[in-house]
C-alpha cells in the first residue's frame, strides 16, 4: 500500500516536471550549464580594417614628374608641397597615368578615414613598397616608336632603376615580391621587365607577357585612366530614348593582334541607320566627339585593341552608355567586387562577326533592363575616376585594396623562397 502511494507521487511529479519544460517555465539548461544564464550581447560595429602601409623610395624626379617638365633639372624627390598637375592637353598618354595618380595619393597629406593606403617613413613597418618609376610615360616620352634611337634613355632609366633596387635590402630580403611597379603601357619596362617579373605588377591584361612574368595571381588589373569627360549631369527623364544612336563605336580600326576584329567588325556592322561605326585618330577634337557620340548611344561597342583590353570601355563607363564587349582574353579591374554582367554585354568574337547577330540581339533588349544597366553605371563609375586628392572608393583608393587583397599570397611566396633549396622545384616535375 505504502509502495503504490510512492509510486503514484513519482508519477505526478514527472508529469508535471515533464508540463513544466514544454510550456517553456522551467529550463533545465541552466542548471547544466550556469553560461547560459548570462544575457546575450549583440556584436558592436566591425572596426574598419587599418589602410595599408606603404613604403615609397624616395626616387629622383627624372624618374617620375621629371617628365612631365622636360625643361627642368630639378633632381629632389618631389614632395606634396610642389606635386605638379597632371597636364591638361597630354591626349592618349592620360590613359596610361595611373603611376602618377598612385604616387600622388601617397603623397597627399590629408586626412580621411576612406584611404585604403598610407605613406609609412619606417620601411620596417611597411606592408608593401611602391617603386615611383613611371614606366609608361617614359615609354610614351622617350622616342616615337620602338626604333627611335630617343629609347635609349628609357632603357637607361630602367638600368638605372633595376641597379637601384638590387640595393635595396628591402628588395633583396623578398625578392621583390613585395614591391608594386606600375606598367599600364603594353610597352612599359620593355627592356628588362623580365628582372622584375616577382613584384605586383599593376597592369591593364596580360595581352603582352608571359605567365611566368604577369598573371592573376600576383599582379593588379587596373583601369585604363578615361579620356573623356564624365559625364555628371546625366539626368534624363527618359534616358533609352534621348539616346538615339543603338551602337556606337569611333576609333582606330587597324590595330595588332586581336585587333583585327576591328576591321572585320566595319563590314559586319556596315549599312545599319542606327549604328555609328566610324574610324578616328584621338586628337583633342575627335575626344570630344567621341564624348558626345557616347552621351547620345545607348549601346558602346568595346572590341580588343592592341591588346585584349583598351581606354574605350572606361570612357563608355563614364558616359553611362552600356559597354558592349567584344573581346576574349580581357581582364577586368576590381572584378571580385564588381559583377560587370550587372552594366556590361559580352559576346565572342564567332558571335559578334556572325552577320547580324549582335544588332538582333541589342535591338531586342528589354528597354527596363537598360534602363536598369544605365543606373547600375552611374552608380560603379565613381571607381573609375582617378583624381588629386584621392576620394572614398576611387579609382586609387580600389587599386590599394587590390594589391591587399595579394598580401597573403605575397607573403606565403616569401616565406617559401627564404627556406627552399631548390627554388620552384614543383615546375620541375
Known sequence: MYARAVLSFVFVFLLLFSYSIFIGTLDIRSYFNPLSKLPVVSPGPCAPEPPLRVYMYDLPRRFNVGMLNRRSTEEAPVTARDWPPWPRNSGLKRQHSVEYWMMGSLLYEGGGDYREAV???????????????????????????????????????????????????????????????????????????????????????????????????????????????????????????????????????????????????????????????????????????????????????????????????????VSHCVPVIVSDQIELPFEDEIDYTQFSLFFSFEEALEPGYMIDKLRKFPKEKWVEMWRKLKNVSHHYEFQYPPKREDAVNMLWRQVKHKLPKVQLSVHRSRRLKIPDWWKRR
Open 119 to 317: 605613406r609609412v617613413s619606417d620601411p620596417e613597418m611597411a606592408d608593401v613598397f611602391f617603386v615611383p618609376f613611371f614606366s609608361s610615360l617614359s615609354f610614351n616620352t622617350h622616342g616615337h616608336n620602338m626604333t627611335d634611337p630617343a629609347t635609349e634613355i628609357d632603357h637607361q632609366l630602367q638600368i638605372d632603376l633595376i641597379d637601384y633596387l638590387w640595393q635595396s635590402k628591402y628588395w633583396k630580403r623578398s625578392g621583390g615580391r613585395d614591391h608594386v611597379i606600375p606598367m599600364t603601357h603594353p610597352n612599359a619596362f620593355r627592356f628588362l621587365r623580365d628582372h622584375v617579373n616577382e613584384s605586383i605588377q599593376v597592369v591593364v591584361d596580360f595581352g603582352r607577357y608571359p605567365k611566368n612574368v604577369s598573371n592573376l595571381r600576383k599582379d593588379v588589373v587596373s583601369p585604363y585612366v578615361h579620356v573623356v569627360d564624365s559625364f555628371e549631369d546625366d539626368e534624363s527623364p527618359d534616358p533609352y530614348e534621348s539616346r538615339t544612336t543603338l551602337l556606337f563605336f569611333r576609333g582606330r580600326l587597324f590595330r595588332k593582334d586581336e585587333g583585327i576584329v576591328r576591321v572585320k567588325l566595319a563590314k559586319i556592322l556596315s549599312g545599319y541607320d542606327d549604328v555609328h561605326y566610324e574610324r578616328s585618330v584621338a586628337t583633342g577634337e575627335n575626344i570630344k566627339a567621341s564624348s558626345k557620340g557616347m552621351r547620345s548611344s545607348k549601346f558602346c561597342l568595346n572590341p580588343a585593341g592592341d591588346t585584349p583590353s583598351s581606354c574605350r570601355l572606361f570612357d563608355a563607363i
